[in-house]
């Protein structure tokens, strides 16, 4: 653990909310698109960890980054155990927005300035935490972080990972000076944990419907993410007619269709954001195309039929068109219900006026909930965008985020 050191100079104060927005608003934003590119173990990702520990170096706590390459700001004993963490990530997707992420390691800081300045003696470990390769951008696996940690993804899988460009995670983590022989489980840090509360912006507009600034998580809706491969006979596109093509983008353009369709009908969600196409030629009928599909659901039957609907259309528009067919599961998150214990003592500490509300999206603390009591708190979002730079989340909702961590900190960790 590195501890505090400040090169014999006076350490850094501690920036207000608004300070460290600016300064973090300011780390790997793209000047056309308006939106961030942090990929994971990337310029931009090292920035937003010397941030990080800036921030916990100013406040005087203790700053680790452990095997997986999450960062951790310590207060107090980490080894005593039932530590009461809070945080997020700060990575993000491709051109995404400034809020999903970020915002929760802001308010962990300033809601610990917040505590401070009440007077609050902590009587249990505290800790706040930037999880690393949240959004899985780079290497198309959410939550490798959390995920490695909690032990659902191991090291083998984790060396399999390849970013678009054919690097490997444990290239790209040496490349960033981390040791990727290290990662993998890590149940004893995860035994330390009593309380893991993250707050996030609200992906949807549930608060901005019922007018309040702050809610309380309930569950995650089960979601994965599958890849379709589509193999067809390259040829070119100017000689070759129409009858005698076996063109992979019929059927892939169909399975697209059928996706919105089968969602629609069962009330989920279903969405091809990503495709490749092989040799993506303006010329050339393609080879192959290869289409990922981002499916959730409210419950697992559902999710479990609507795939499976979808993949029927692919069959049977495959074998139409002359197409090969492949799909493959690359990732899944089963059904979350945050524990009520827990849940109903922050909506107590709240003075029960935030609301519950479920999320299609998922979280850290979704993967950390199997091995520790986890919950979230949400902040409104007026428009409901996400995962765009027209993200957005007022100031003073913000604010009221950063009083209401405060409070759920004050009460589990400072009794």
């Known amino acids: 653990m590195d501890a505090p050191d400040d090169g014999g100079s006076a350490a850094p104060r501690p920036r207000s909310f608004q300070e460290m927005w600016a300064d973090l608003q300011r780390i790997g934003r793209d000047a056309s698109s308006g939106g961030y590119r942090r990929y994971a173990w990337t310029g931009a990702d090292a920035d937003c960890r010397h941030w990080f520990r800036e921030q916990a170096e100013a406040r005087g706590l203790a700053h680790e980054t452990d095997r997986n390459g999450n960062q951790w700001a310590w207060l107090g004993d980490p080894t005593a155990g039932d530590a009461v963490v809070t945080g997020s990530h700060l990575d993000s997707v491709p051109d995404g927005g400034a809020f999903d992420g970020p915002l929760g390691v802001v308010s962990s800081f300033a809601a610990l300035d917040e505590l401070r300045r009440r007077g609050a003696e902590f009587t249990r470990p505290f800790a706040i935490t930037n999880f690393g390769d949240e959004e899985g951008a780079r290497f198309g696996l959410a939550c490798v972080g959390s995920r490695l940690t909690a032990g659902q993804l191991t090291k083998e899988q984790a060396y399999a990972l390849r970013d678009a460009d054919g690097v490997r995670l444990p290239e790209a983590m040496e490349a960033a000076g981390h040791d990727p022989e290290t990662i993998g489980a890590d149940p004893e840090r995860l035994a330390r944990i009593g309380a893991f509360v993250e707050l996030h912006v609200e992906q949807g507009r549930a608060l901005d419907v019922s007018g309040d600034p702050v809610g309380i998580a309930s569950a995650i809706w089960p979601h994965g993410r599958w890849r379709f491969d589509f193999r067809g006979e390259a040829n070119h596109a100017g000689t070759t007619h129409l009858a005698d093509r076996r063109d992979p983008m019929l059927t892939y353009a169909e399975t697209v269709l059928a996706a919105r369709r089968e969602a629609e009908l069962a009330g989920a969600l279903a969405t091809f954001g990503k495709v490749s196409v092989e040799p993506n030629g303006v010329n050339a009928i393609p080879s192959l195309v290869r289409g990922w599909l981002d499916s959730r659901a409210a419950d697992q039957a559902t999710l479990d039929a609507v795939v499976a609907a979808i993949e029927q259309a692919a069959k049977d528009r495959a074998q139409r068109d002359g197409v090969d067919l492949a ?31 479920g999320t299609g999206a998922g979280h850290d603390a979704g993967i950390l909930s199997a091995a520790v009591p986890t919950a979230m708190l949400f902040v409104r979002n007026p428009t409901g965008v996400s995962h765009s730079p027209a993200e957005y989340a007022a100031e003073d909702d913000c604010v009221a985020g950063v009083f209401a961590l405060a409070d759920v900190l004050e009460g589990l960790a400072c009794r």
């Open 327 to 357: 799909v493959v599961r690359e990732s899944f998150t089963p059904v979350v219900e945050f524990g009520h214990t827990l849940r109903d003592e922050i909506g107590r500490l709240l003075g029960g006026r935030a609301p519950l509300l």
